[in-house]
């Protein structure tokens, strides 16, 4: 099977042509499967034209939201009614299956995915600075802070999409026709995956960008053969290795940036991987 993984396209028609032209490319490799892993457009007509844009790469697709897909700074919607209900109706209605809320089977391969919301796990162990901190700095590091209203703090946002996801994947995990599991996040789940720390800045921003605990519970399912994550808009690949009689995870970011959108096409019988890239201007 071939499944085509894409994720921070973030459309805006400045950068359209760039989306349709790896919607072809995509569609010229045949996918079984297209999952979008978030940061796909915001507001919410430019969430569903990026849905649009890659309606016609396969017919089997599915998606999860990023953080920037719940900003609400057109005052129109707020973010929890773009969370709870209109994101994942306009998946629907562009035929996408919203992996926060179910799994797909495909033969003996699950897929599972959450938005994975950051927890500061991916933050310097050096720095001593409690949670607090970086809740209340961050209207000065990230936008989230200025743009999402909805009233859950990040650790509590980050536990409650965790346990749902956990429960899903623990659903595949314990499903006898299910061989190897893929799990699709929006925030990367590994430190390997961060911008190497060599400032204090760096070490303070990378808690922004992962959750590590979640990537230890990923860690201790053993059908998990690749994780694909977003969000941090470059390329990394690691092999994390596990007990010896469970084969090593696999971890790529995909390497899409605004207006130079890319995508990771996976291979399940060699489970050998492809980017396939459109350049900026
Ligand atoms: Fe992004
Ligand atoms: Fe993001």
Redesign the pocket.
């Given at each position: 099977m071939r499944i085509a993984i894409t994720s921070?396209i973030h459309f805006f028609p400045q950068w359209a042509d760039k989306l349709q032209e790896l919607a072809e490319l995509l569609q010229l490799e045949r996918p079984d499967l297209l999952v979008l892993a978030?940061?796909i457009g915001e507001p919410l007509y430019m969430f569903t034209r990026g849905l649009d844009n890659f309606s016609s790469v396969c017919e089997q697709r599915a998606a999860v939201a990023?953080?920037?897909d719940v900003w609400h700074r057109t005052f129109t919607y707020t973010s929890d009614h773009l969370w709870n209900s209109l994101l994942p109706e306009a998946a629907s209605a562009y035929h996408y299956t919203w992996l926060e809320h179910q799994n797909l089977v495909i033969g003996d391969l699950g897929i599972c995915g959450t938005i994975a919301w950051y927890d500061y796990g991916g933050k310097h162990p050096h720095l001593q600075l409690d949670d607090d901190f970086y809740q209340s700095i961050k209207p000065q590091i990230s936008n989230d802070a200025n743009y999402i209203d909805w009233p859950w703090t990040d650790i509590e946002f980050a536990q409650q999409v965790a346990e749902g996801f956990e429960a899903r994947l623990d659903d595949l995990q314990n499903n006898p026709d299910v061989k190897n599991i893929i799990v699709v996040t929006?925030?990367p789940l590994f430190k390997g995956c961060l911008k190497p720390i060599n400032t204090v800045e760096q070490g303070i921003l990378n808690a922004y960008y992962a959750n590590i605990e979640l990537g230890q519970k990923v860690l201790k399912r053993g059908k998990v053969r690749a994780v694909f994550s977003?969000?941090v808009h470059h390329a990394r690949q690691l092999r994390i290795a596990r007990h010896a009689d469970t084969s090593a995870l696999a971890v790529y970011t995909i390497p899409s940036d605004y207006g130079s959108p890319a995508a990771i096409i996976l291979n399940t019988s060699t489970w050998e991987t492809e980017i396939i890239r459109v350049a900026g201007d």
């Open positions: 921070d978030g940061d990023g953080n920037h929006h925030v977003g969000h």
